[in-house]
């Protein structure tokens, strides 16, 4: 009797749960990274700011971090974190910083963005963050991947796996081959139901094309027009450069911020413009600027409900942008184009 048929499975079976075993086990892991800026004057001293990011990296949630910051000297004027929703107790004396994060998942990644002022150039914070059964580790770029066994463990796994299913493939290929001849010879009805509807498809691309279907400036165009800031088309337009929603959305708040009396509208284009189909990249963009400009404004609810369909629908924007959001204060920008004015 031959048992390979039988085996086979059984064994690749084994080893495919022994590897999400590997990878699903719980583990908890916090990393922190530390970014200065370059020194700056302060009055009659120097003052230095520091991005402290901590991270969690494993696959569970960590809950209750008290982070502690200490500096060997100077003094911390402030600190503001990426999201105050998610720190509690945050307290600053002299040159040491504590405060708690209730809630890491995992993943997820918060920037405390923290100033300090000396008398001479101030020397990167030491960083101290624990939560129950965690102790966070500094990031290192060099460094291998935390996981090192997992890994080593999956590729073990994964090339006996291999080696079976080369095995197994030798003997299954005839039939293999067989059963796609059939699927050939039996179904060309499908193949041609599948290419008429490519046909047809692409005739009416090229229907709308040829009747003015309206593109991005045309569709951007509108949406100025109905909201009242119209006469934006024209700086878009002056540019010399294609007219793109996300460049859109920036002209929008750069307007919002140097004209305040017509805030409502550039606010309403900027709402409209997220509710146009748009690669995905500019709609999590563009989310973000809403958010920030609701944040702006006030209105707190609002700017939540646009971060969190930011990080739903376009996850890599939001983490690319989270990491540059301690840098983008609409307050100080705000500043810099009146002054400039």
Known sequence: MNVMPYLIPAVLTFLVGLALWIIRRERKLLEYEVIASEPFPHGAR??????????????????DTRLRVSFSQGTIESARCSDDRLVTDLRTEGSELECTYPLLNPGERLALTVTAV???????????????????TARREDSLSPYVTMVTSVVIVAGATTVLLV??????????????AKLAQSSPQVWEAKLEKQKAELERERREEAEGRPDSPQVVFAILNSAGPSHLMARLIETGQDVTYWKTGLLLVHSFLLDQSNGTKYVGALEQLVATPMAASSLGFNLYLLAKI???????????NYLERCKKETPLMYEHLMRQDPLYDLA???RVRKSRR
């Open 46 to 63: 120097t003052g230095k700011y520091f991005i402290i990011r901590l991270r969690n990296s494993g696959n569970t949630p960590v809950q």
């Open 118 to 136: 000396g008398d001479r150039d101030i020397s990167p914070p030491e960083v101290m963050a624990r939560s129950l059964g965690v102790t966070a």
């Open 167 to 180: 095995f197994w493939s030798s003997r299954q290929q005839a039939h293999i081959q067989e059963s796609i």
């Open 294 to 304: 609701e944040k702006f404004r006030g209105n707190r609810d609002k700017a939540v």
């Open 332 to 334: 100080a920008l705000q």
